[in-house]
């Protein structure tokens, strides 16, 4: 639920979705219902360019910019194919409207954006957030995003991100007018820090141990599979040696000359293999790293819930506290210590009037409270509701999209393994014409 | 096949005997003389089944010595009609400097003996062949003092060298070690075949696991195999013994080798060599050049082995991790333990490559560099021979005035030269060959094996697919 406000936030669109009515996919393939900006529009960041610049604090910077294009999706299937519409973003850009999203909807498993910082590498050299490769895969991370958010029945609809596709300039000053910096900040705080629920949803609590656990075996498997990258690198690499040595001893020989020379080649094909199969691989760990991402906006949602539970806690036992008081005060019993019944016994007890005039107040208070009470139930509730949806779609389009990577990785390890066939087959050939 | 040159002195079977060569005794009292001054031992004949003859037409041992001397009388009337240099018979000897081509008389002896060689060789084909020999069935015995393996050798044959035409014996390494030192020292002027290595270290290798104790086994079987195929080690009485005798006594030959005295040793005391003949320079460059990328090969497979050992070693921990993630999910629960149980397959597939590498590449790499290291002594002897002979032809040409006959010291120096040099060229050829042979075998096993490898994996995988996308086509339906 948005929090109502001064703040010029996007409507909402229907919020009342059932699950199978929402399923994002990793490209392009929709299958939607409602209203979706991607079916509107076609969105791709389509390249990547090295600007320098100077920054905030007046030094020179270079850094990356991506250009997103964008064109409306009936006048290509019009077959007139006009120009798209483009402009340039940097990363900080993505980041900035991704906070603000992550804000202005708590209760949606926001899409996460690809990683800042190149991690889980195998080979030290991708390690640098300037080389061509990891530029590339940035792009299309980013790509990815763009269309996950695109394809969000709430999401899509937001004025920001639609501004965010189409205008270029003034987009940061509308962001940070709808003030949601603050509330950024007020939300960061409340979710890091430690309170206790008394009576979390299940659901919820179940969720976000879900998350932990997905977050947790994820980074093992991306760390794994880096070292065992490595280690592949170094077998193929070992064997370009044979090339070299094959062909220095088919100089001293006859007969076997030929085929050992052409063996060698082989074995040089085989060791340049490894190139291919391992940035295959990195689309993998990419894959994964999504979800390794999606697991952190997961929990975020679940522990908004608890905010909010909590919050409504706190405002049922202040309450409860305010009512035992009346009750106190009208009774007067005192069944719990106070300094007011201490301070009360000690210097004699108050006048009629007084005690009228505290009674009225509390009765105001109580009321107040009881009104705060309703309210926070609602949202409570209601966050519940919209937030429960939303991981139900999240699950769904997790299976879906886990799934297909583990299909692809599997197909990845035949398209290797033929190659390798292939490879030893040509060059035990060559060895039998030795 | 190079040109064998006919070459003085009589030669047993198929080869020429050089002077260094035991017979047994009953042999070594035919000597046929042929023109002067040459000495040789031993009587050509031909083998009692070389070429034409089948098993079954072999005659009992006995009627050996009435074979021989019809096949004698007949082989007189052959005139050498192939080969290199050959002369007439008898007459002077030339004096030149042996230089690689021999120019000396041939004997109706040493004809039959080219030709019986040539045959020979052809018989390498193996259909003809008449010695088959395997070393099999390792034991391990434990007695008080000792534990060490014994392996069965077993020997078909149709020779009439041997008794019976099979024997089954049970020999230890120590055996093939006493045959190997045996048979460098009776033919020294031939390539004798390396045996796997002597010494292990205890903490490091289990000397009784199955890989090391089948790994020797297989080198053992190899060994004696070449020497079974050589047409003059095949002969030699040692390997005879080492095949048939029930106990071997191996201060056997001891008694033979004082009675051949010093045409037995070679004494090869530091003279200088003028000039190594091109071909014998060729072998040594060759060699060297050949231990080299040797050397070489066995650093790449063996730095090979070790990454796919640590590349194993990240599979066996990756693999599970999709197990234990698949047991917090629900949909995707199978098909994460599909995954995990497909790279578990691929990390047992790349267990058994690795294994076969190192049991079955990497022996065969260090056996040919002992074996190349066995063959340069060979030539260094070749070369010390050579030295001797031309330092005492110089001695007695300097000396004396051309007139005076050159005596026989020198001659039997130069007879040397010309046997070691044919029978090294000889063995030089087949070596060739073989090593050829051994590394086309070597090297189309290691593509196997890789193929292998790639298949299993394959495999796997591609079981996996239809398990990954069946539960995504039934959940489509009910959509």
């Known amino acids: 639920m948005a929090d109502s406000g001064s703040e010029e936030i996007a409507v909402i669109g229907n919020t009342d979705l059932t699950p199978s009515e929402s399923e994002n996919n990793l490209k392009n393939t929709m299958v939607e219902k409602g209203t979706n900006l991607l079916k509107r529009m076609e969105i791709n960041v389509a390249e990547a360019e090295k600007r320098t610049g100077k920054n905030a604090v007046n030094m020179q910077e270079t850094y990356t910019v991506y250009l997103i294009e964008t064109r409306p999706v009936d006048a290509a299937s019009e077959g007139t194919n006009p120009v798209p519409d483009s402009l340039w973003r940097r990363y900080s850009e993505f980041e900035l409207l991704r906070n603000y999203l992550l804000v202005a909807y708590p209760f949606v498993v926001v899409p996460p954006l690809p990683e800042k910082r ?52 003034g987009w940061k000053e509308t962001v940070f007018e709808t003030g949601f910096q603050a509330k950024a900040d007020s939300r960061l705080k409340a979710l890091n820090a430690t309170f206790r629920v008394k009576n979390p949803d299940k659901r919820f609590a179940e969720m976000k141990h879900y998350g932990d656990e997905l977050q947790s075996v994820i980074s093992q498997l991306l760390r794994v599979r880096a070292r065992a990258a490595d280690r592949l690198y170094g077998v193929y690499k070992v064997h370009g040696n044979y090339g070299r040595v094959f062909s220095e001893w088919s100089a001293i020989e006859k007969e076997m000359g030929d085929g050992l ?56 036992q202040d309450l409860t506290s305010k009512k035992q008081q009346r009750e106190e005060l009208a009774t007067g ?59 139900e779609r999240f699950k769904e389009q997790k299976d879906h999209d886990l799934r297909e990577a583990l299909i692809s990785y599997a197909i990845m390890q035949i398209s290797m393994c033929k190659k390798g066939i292939q490879v030893w087959n040509n060059a035990k050939e060559c060895f039998s014409k030795m | 096949m190079s040109a064998v040159p006919l070459l003085r002195g009589g030669g047993q079977l198929t080869d020429v005997r050089c002077l260094s060569e035991i017979k047994t005794p009953a042999r070594s009292s035919e000597i046929s003389s042929s023109s002067s001054g040459a000495m040789s031992l031993g009587t050509p004949r031909s083998l009692a089944s070389s070429g034409q003859k089948n098993i079954q037409d072999i005659r009992h041992p006995l009627c050996a010595a009435e074979e021989s001397a019809s096949s004698r009388s007949a082989d007189a009337l052959i005139h050498p009609g192939s080969g290199a240099a050959t002369g007439g018979g008898g007459g002077e000897k030339d004096l030149s400097l042996p230089n690689g081509t021999p120019v000396e008389t041939s004997s109706p002896a040493s004809s039959s003996s080219l030709l019986n060689r040539l045959q020979l060789d052809d018989d390498l084909d193996g259909e003809t062949r008449d010695l088959f020999v395997t070393v099999d069935d390792p034991k391990k015995h434990v007695s008080t003092m000792e534990t060490y393996i014994t392996y069965r050798v077993c020997t078909k044959t149709t020779r009439t060298e041997f008794d019976l035409p099979e024997y089954s014996v049970r020999r230890r390494y120590q055996d093939f070690d006493w045959l190997r030192n045996k048979l460098e ?27 090391f104790v089948d790994t020797r086994r297989k080198a053992l079987d190899k060994f004696l195999k070449r020497v079974a195929d050589h047409p003059v080690l095949s002969f030699n009485e040692h390997f005879n013994a080492f095949l048939s005798a029930k106990d071997l006594n191996k201060r056997q030959g001891l008694a033979l080798l004082t009675k051949m005295g010093e045409s037995v040793k070679y004494v090869t005391g530091g003279y200088k060599l003028r000039g190594r003949p091109i071909e014998f320079a060729a072998m040594g460059d060759y060699l060297d050049m050949f231990t080299q990328k040797l050397g070489t090969i066995d650093r790449i497979a063996q730095r090979i082995i070790k990454e796919q050992s640590e590349f194993l070693l990240e599979l066996r921990e990756y693999g599970p991790v999709y197990s234990s993630w698949s047991s917090f999910e629900e949909e995707l629960h199978d098909p994460l333990e599909g995954v995990s149980g497909c790279v578990s397959n691929c990390s047992s597939a790349l267990d058994e490559l690795t294994e076969d590498m190192s049991e079955e590449f990497l022996p065969v790499l260090k056996e040919y560099v002992l074996y190349i290291e066995s063959m340069k002594t060979v030539l260094k002897k070749r070369d010390q021979v050579q030295a001797e002979y031309e330092t005492k032809l110089e001695a007695v040409v300097f000396r004396e005035d051309k007139k005076t006959p050159v005596p026989t010291d020198v001659e039997k120096c130069q007879d040397r030269v010309e046997c070691f040099n044919a029978d090294l060229k000889a063995d030089w050829d087949r070596w060739q060959n073989n090593k050829r042979q051994d590394f086309r075998q070597l090297l189309t096993g290691m593509a196997d094996k890789n193929i292998q490898y790639y298949e299993k994996c394959l495999a796997a995988w591609e079981s996996l697919i239809p398990s990954l996308q069946d539960k995504q086509e039934a959940r489509d339906e009910t959509n």
């Open chain 1, 333 to 391: 019993t005192v069944r719990t210590f106070s300094l007011k019944g201490m301070t009360s016994k000690l210097f004699g007890q108050e006048t009629p009037e007084q005690r009228e005039a505290k009674l009225k107040m509390l009765e105001t208070q109580i009321e107040e409270g009881e009104e705060l009470v309703k309210e926070r139930n609602t949202e409570c509730d209601e966050y519940v509701k919209s937030a429960w949806v939303d991981i």
């Open chain 1, 118 to 169: 190149a991690e889980f590498v195998w080979h030290k050299l991708t390690a640098d957030n300037m080389d061509p490769d990891f530029v590339e895969r940035r792009r299309v991370g980013l790509e990815n995003f763009l269309l996950r958010v695109a394809s969000h029945q709430v999401l899509s609809n937001d004025k920001i991100f639609y501004s965010f596709l189409t205008e270029e300039n």
């Open chain 1, 261 to 316: 020379q052409s063996a060698g080649h082989h074995m040089d094909a085989y060791a340049a293999s490894v190139d291919d199969i391992l940035e295959e691989e990195e689309h993998y760990a990419d894959q994964l790293k999504e979800y390794l991402f999606y697991a952190d906006a997961v929990r975020a949602v679940c522990r908004k819930h608890e905010l909010t539970q909590f919050e409504l806690e706190m405002a049922a």
């Open chain 2, 185 to 211: 020292e009776s033919q020294p002027t031939h390539l004798i075949p390396p045996l796997p290595e002597k010494f292990v270290m205890k903490g490091v290798v289990d000397r009784f696991s199955e890989e």
